[in-house]
């Protein structure tokens, strides 16, 4: 699609970083924005678009890698899991080194148990229907934007009577994120980069709840650089017009700047099927803690399809690595070069938390692209 | 985990459709999507169309920018 290349173009990158300069300049104040999607923390890092933005606009990088945000309970279970003998794991590359307590899926593969990186949810069905006399798993990792795909995925085998076919479901909800986010009082957060792809499926107005409630701007953009800017460039817009005294003060709302994709509504077939097979639950996030109605688990006439009421799988107390900084990182409380062990102890070789397990978690983006 | 990229249909089957990715032919996942045509544009995750791109849409938006711009430059 050529027009997505203009989208890249400098000769709009730079006219439009001097509007923002311009603009910038009018800020009482810093202006601190937070993304919350991996896809751009590696963008900004990659297109290297802090540096070119003027001093006072900071871009933090939230809770938006579903790898990094995983309770380390959750992987050292689906770690117990790929012990079992009749187990085949399948999932997505990124979940393969996190580190669990004691060991990772990576260790327990070269150990010989049978864990296989699949691209798609649909490749994990075709393996279960290959191996019949083996239990095959999905690690259902994945927000808004994932959650739609594997749930099809699962219809399709469910469908098709192959009923060896087992999810373990972690997945996240971001809504209800970026509230708990707004509610603890350590994390400061002028406006929101919303994550463009999850909005596909949940639609720009889902947003309105949390715009509404903490009043500030929240943008939901795409992943070009000239996107992101744009994105930058909607925030910082209504933060200045926000500044102005006057007795009818603007609100803050959200923008949809990636209308080339993402509509108001969402994607309805895709919501229809989340709320057809799940139901909304309070799930753990990974430094942050419990967050009401977060997460989901499937629903009752679904529920022989989650490996867990299949096999118990206790193992007892986990522990998050010592020293890493992963959950204060994830809420932008502290940037990955505060961590005392980033470059160092930790490193894309040898991780220690999850942010620098992930290809787009945020200690991984900064130690490829954005090193002091 | 959240990355998608554009790919043109090329042919439908039924759940699926055969999508041109960067130059590789392959199968995708239509349930989300539905009514996708031949020759349109989709925006694949994981294995599945996960919405059309409108290609209208992307071309105004530029239009609209690049016309702000140049008029920017014009005043300047």
């Known amino acids: 699609m050529q027009v997505l290349k203009k989208y890249r173009n400098p000769e709009l990158i730079k006219p439009m970083l001097n509007e923002i300069s311009e603009l910038s300049q009018k800020l009482d104040e810093e202006l601190k924005l937070m993304e919350v999607c991996g896809t751009h923390t590696m963008a900004i890092s990659k297109y290297g678009l802090r540096s070119l933005l003027p001093k006072n606009i900071k871009l933090l990088s939230g809770p938006g890698c579903p790898v990094c945000v995983t309770s380390q309970q959750e992987i050292d279970e689906m770690i117990a899991l790929s012990k079992m003998p009749e187990v085949i794991v399948t999932t997505f590359g990124d979940m393969i080194k996190v580190p669990g307590s004691n060991s990772s899926l990576e260790k327990e593969k070269s150990r010989g148990a049978d864990i296989r990186i699949v691209y798609s949810p649909l490749a994990a069905v075709e393996i279960a229907k290959e191996n019949p006399e083996k239990i095959v798993v999905f690690l259902a990792v994945g927000f808004e934007t994932t959650i739609p795909v594997i749930a099809a995925a699962l219809e399709e085998a469910i469908e098709e009577g192959i009923d060896n076919f087992k999810l373990f479901v972690a997945h996240k909800l971001i809504p209800p994120a970026l509230e708990a986010l707004l509610n603890d009082n350590e994390v400061k957060i002028d406006g929101l980069i919303c994550p463009g792809h999850v909005s596909i499926m949940i639609g720009s107005k889902a947003y309105e709840e949390v715009v509404n409630r903490y009043d500030l701007p929240a943008i939901v953009a795409g992943f070009e650089p000239l996107d992101i800017l744009d994105g930058v460039k909607g925030a910082l817009k209504q933060k200045v017009e926000a500044q102005v005294e006057v007795e009818d003060k603007v609100k803050a709302k959200v923008e949809n700047r990636y209308g080339r994709v993402v509509k108001d509504e969402g994607n309805q077939i895709a919501q229809d099927l989340i709320r057809r097979l799940y139901q909304v639950v309070d799930t753990a996030w990974r430094g942050i803690g419990i967050i009401p109605n977060s997460g989901l688990e499937l629903r009752d006439e679904y529920a022989e399809y989650e490996i867990r009421n299949v096999i118990d799988l206790d193992v007892g107390d986990s522990n998050e690595p010592q020293g890493c900084s992963c959950g204060e990182i994830l809420k932008g409380i502290k940037l990955p070069y505060d961590c005392q062990l980033f470059g160092d102890v930790c490193n894309p070789q040898h991780p220690v938390g999850p942010c620098m397990v992930s290809s787009e978690g945020s200690c991984a983006a900064y130690y490829k692209y954005d090193r002091r | ?76």
């Open chain 2, 1 to 76: 985990m959240c990355l998608a990229v554009p790919a043109e249909v090329i042919a439908i089957d039924g759940k699926h459709a055969v999508v041109d990715l960067n130059g590789n032919r392959t199968e995708v996942g239509i349930k989300l999507v539905p009514d996708v045509e031949v020759g349109e544009y989709l925006l694949i995750h994981a294995g599945y169309a996960i919405n059309k791109i409108d290609a209208q849409e992307a071309k105004e938006r530029i239009e609209l920018l690049e016309e702000f711009y140049a008029g920017l430059e014009e005043i300047s």
